[in-house]
T-cell receptor
């Protein structure tokens, strides 16, 4: 069964450093997402990406964050100048088959845990 | 404004009993989808069930059913014959068709007691 894969599973970084979290969505999906979950709390929407551009972003997704789909398979989240409060689990998700209505059912990766020291 | 409300931070249920997890939502979009996801202690997000706003019948998937009451804007998850492996966080979520994003409620922690 196709799945969303994320790397790394866990990253530890120093405050102020840049991190890149990588995701490989399901290959024939059209919509890609990043979500954040701080310590088992609420799953927070960060950004959605469709047709090679950001379609929506939350107020959390400020200039510190950026996303890219550099090569048609990977979908990356870059966090510049990390802060302590960026420590969280970051989930990538994809949805929407080409030629089918997008119900919004999200297929999640297993998450990347970011720890900022 | 909070669009998804789950009023039960924690729930307990006896093994083999049924349990209902509450979810209410707020939207002015006539077309939307409602979802439930399970997050066990291992952390992955597992899709359980989907209900479209125009679906005439309540969705069912195995032991999971969604009690959809459109006028009350509620989409409660019913788990029948609870199993120990059902112990997890459960998130209600919604996607308004006008938007791409899916938003999540705060979650309900379910514990199944043997």
């Amino acid at each position: 069964e196709p799945e969303v894969t994320q790397t790394p599973s866990h990253q530890v970084t120093q405050m102020g450093q840049e991190v890149i979290l990588r995701c490989v969505p399901i290959s024939n999906h059209l919509y890609f997402y990043w979500y954040r979950q701080i310590l088992g709390q609420k799953v927070e929407f960060l950004v959605s990406f469709y047709n090679n551009e950001i379609s929506e972003k939350s107020e959390i997704f400020d200039d510190q964050f950026s996303v890219e789909r550099p090569d048609g398979s990977n979908f990356t989240l870059k966090i510049r100048s990390t802060k302590l409060e960026d420590s969280a689990m970051y989930f990538c998700a994809s949805s929407g088959l080409a030629g089918a209505p997008n119900t919004g059912e999200l297929f999640f990766g297993e998450g990347s845990r970011l720890t900022v020291l | 404004a909070q669009k998804i409300t789950q009023t039960q931070p924690g729930m307990f249920v006896q093994e083999k009993e049924a349990v209902t997890l509450d979810c209410t939502y707020d939207t002015s979009d006539p077309s939307y989808g409602l979802f439930w996801y399970k997050q066990p202690s291992s952390g992955e997000m597992i899709f359980l069930i989907y209900q479209g706003s125009y679906d005439q019948q309540n969705a069912t998937e195995g032991r999971y059913s969604l009690n959809f009451q459109k006028a009350r804007k509620s989409a409660n998850l019913v788990i029948s014959a609870s199993q120990l492996g059902d112990s997890a966080m459960y998130f209600c979520a919604m996607r308004e068709t006008s938007y791409d994003k899916v938003i999540f409620g705060p979650g309900t922690s379910l514990s199944v007691i043997p």
